[in-house]
């Protein structure tokens, strides 16, 4: 019994040092203008590879419950071809904790030769996909020294998402009445 408090300790402690981080580490002038992306794009594609596609996957489910159109794929060679077929007003989301998961960088460099628009959610500044993205929404500072960070990493990650999705229904109110239909909750702003 005494391993497993010391592994839920540990977990709590990872997720709470990124939850901190957080703070500090997202430009909320990026926040505010990948909101404005979302906000009036045509199209929202979500990607992440490995555990980053659970992160993608949050931001397909909660970004539809505002009605924002929104397109989820899984498989890097079709996420691929649907993001060559984008355009000026389409916006990918890019999700990746190292910021270097090549599956993500070929999808994310697919989405910026189309012309749309990239939001990379990453952990750290002077990644490759941080440095290739529009907007980068970078969720902590300091590089992540074991697996049980990066796990906590996920935390923040999510923070993100919901925070991108309630900025989208406070900035128009049908938006989160559409969520209220849908049985989604968000955050009490007002």
């Not at 555990?51 to 060679?77: C, E, K, M, N, Y």
């Not at 697919?110 to 990453?122: D, E, K, P, R």
């Amino acid at each position: 019994m005494h391993r497993c408090a010391t592994v839920l300790e540990t977990s709590i402690r990872a997720g709470t040092d990124a939850l901190t981080a957080l703070g500090g580490a997202v430009e909320l002038s990026a926040l505010d203008d990948a909101v404005g992306a979302i906000q009036h794009a045509r199209q929202v594609i979500a990607f992440g590879a490995g555990p980053s596609a659970t992160i993608a996957a949050d931001a397909v489910f909660r970004l539809r419950a505002v009605g924002v159109t929104t397109i989820g794929i899984q498989d890097h060679l079709s996420a691929m071809i649907a993001t060559r077929l984008l355009g000026p007003g389409d916006v990918v989301i890019a999700i990746s904790s190292t910021g270097r998961t090549s599956t993500t960088l070929a999808v994310a460099d697919a989405a910026a030769s189309a012309g749309a628009s990239l939001i990379a959610v990453t952990n750290q500044y002077g990644t490759p996909l941080a440095a290739l993205a529009d907007i980068a929404l970078v969720v902590g500072g300091a590089p992540l020294p074991s697996q049980m960070a990066a796990a906590g990493s996920r935390l923040a990650q999510l923070v993100i998402v919901d925070a991108l999705v309630a900025a989208l229904a406070l900035r128009d109110p049908e938006r989160g009445r559409r969520a209220e239909r849908a049985g989604i909750d968000l955050p009490d702003i007002t």
